[in-house]
T-cell receptor, first 113, second 112 residues
Framework: KAGVTQTPRYLIKTRGQQVTLSCSPI?????VSWYQQTPGQGLQFLFE???????NKGNFPGRFSGRQFSNSRSEMNVSTLELGDSALYLC????????????FGPGTRLTVL | QQQVKQSPQSLIVQKGGISIINCAYE??????FPWYQQFPGKGPALLIA?????SEKKEGRFTISFNKSAKQFSLHIMDSQPGDSATYFC???????????FGKGTRLSVIA
């Protein structure tokens, strides 16, 4: 099976802009989770989607949002970008949820100038 | 409030030596404790995991030791190799569809 894919791999934006990141989970996986990874904070949970519904949400401002489509592909959106949003954004998929093994994609490196 | 505290931040070990990374947690409701390994340019990958009904789990050169009373768990890498050089994350979660909570990571360098 193909692994988790994320597009784009790299992105450069300026403050105030918005960005959309995409994640395609492993075939058959219905749960998609998103994480923000920064050198100082490690991996921080953003949200989890299952069957097109947000099932869990981390402690991030409302500028961070996501959605999941009927084919389990997911997107996350960050509006009004801030310098502090520069990070590696990781997507992970699993069959039913975080209790199953999560398989991570390679991430999207977002740089905000 | 950091729910999972990981130490050390970085670790340098000689080839053939033992690498030890420690994690401590506060929430006694956690019942699943995985370790992830991340190489540069890649996403984290599950390495080994343990549940609190056992005190130790071994897979090849990798061992998790779990101390429920102390709320601590650790990863031991025996006979460390340069190919083990990576960032390691411990994590924990409660039962059900709850998210993983990660430690801040340990960058391991194994030198020849």
């Amino acid at each position: 099976k193909a692994g988790v894919t994320q597009t784009p791999r790299y992105l450069i934006k300026t403050r105030g802009q918005q960005v959309t990141l995409s994640c395609s989970p492993i075939s058959g996986h219905r749960s998609v989770s998103w994480y923000q990874q920064t050198p100082g904070q490690g991996l921080q949970f953003l949200f989890e989607y299952f069957s097109e519904t947000q099932r869990n949400k981390g402690n991030f401002p409302g500028r961070f949002s996501g959605r999941q489509f009927s084919n389990s592909r997911s997107e996350m959106n960050v509006s009004t970008l801030e310098l502090g949003d520069s990070a590696l954004y990781l997507c992970a998929s699993s069959e039913q949820g975080p209790g199953d093994t999560q398989y991570f994609g390679p991430g999207t490196r977002l740089t905000v100038l | 409030q950091q729910q999972v505290k990981q130490s050390p931040q970085s670790l340098i070990v000689q080839k053939g030596g033992i690498s030890i990374i420690n994690c401590a947690y506060e929430n006694t409701a956690f019942d699943y404790f995985p370790w992830y390994q991340q190489f540069p340019g890649k996403g984290p990958a599950l390495l080994i995991a343990i549940r609190p009904d056992v005190s130790e789990k071994k897979e090849g050169r990798f061992t998790i030791s779990f101390n429920k009373s102390a709320k601590q768990f650790s990863l031991h890498i025996m006979d460390s190799q340069p190919g083990d050089s990576a960032t390691y994350f411990c994590a924990a979660k409660k039962s059900g569809n709850t998210p993983l909570v990660f430690g801040k990571g340990t960058r391991l360098s194994v030198i020849a």
